[in-house]
């Protein structure tokens, strides 16, 4: 059974940071492309930041280039996103998702399976 649990997430003031975990079980990371999307009220799904399954490629979002960094810890099984230099926009459900990376204009992270979710929010 494939499963994927996020944490870490919280309320943190405008500047500061958090890290999300993802454990994921079921599958192995040398089939799949695993990474980080998130969903704000209102808002159309985005993703965050990818890691293909060789590990070799990392994709991210625009606007969260330099401030996050995606990473795996293969040996746990887990997934992480560390948050730097928060913005209220980044306000929003963190999910944790299991798919393949792909090529349009950009290269970009789409998922089959995906955890509960984990709640960020940034306060100005």
């Known amino acids: 059974e494939v ?9 943190v003031q405008a500047g500061g940071s958090l ?11 040398d ?4 990474g980080w999307f998130r969903q704000a009220p209102g808002k ?4 965050v930041a990818c890691v293909s399954s060789s590990g070799a ?4 979002l625009d606007s969260v280039k330099g401030r996050f960094t995606i990473s795996t810890d293969i040996a746990k099984n887990t997934v ?3 948050m ?3 913005k209220p926009e980044d306000t929003a459900v963190y999910y944790c998702g299991r798919g393949q990376r792909y090529r ?10 995906w955890g509960q979710g984990t709640q960020v929010t940034v306060s100005s």
């Open 3 to 11: 499963q994927l649990v996020e944490s870490g997430g919280g309320l």
């Open 19 to 29: 890290r999300l975990s993802c454990t994921f079980s079921g599958f192995s990371f």
């Open 31 to 34: 089939d799949y492309a695993i």
């Open 44 to 47: 159309e799904r985005e993703g």
């Open 57 to 60: 490629n990392t994709d991210y």
């Open 80 to 82: 992480y996103l560390q």
């Open 84 to 86: 730097n230099s928060l």
């Open 104 to 113: 349009s204009h950009n290269y970009y992270c789409a998922y089959d399976f």
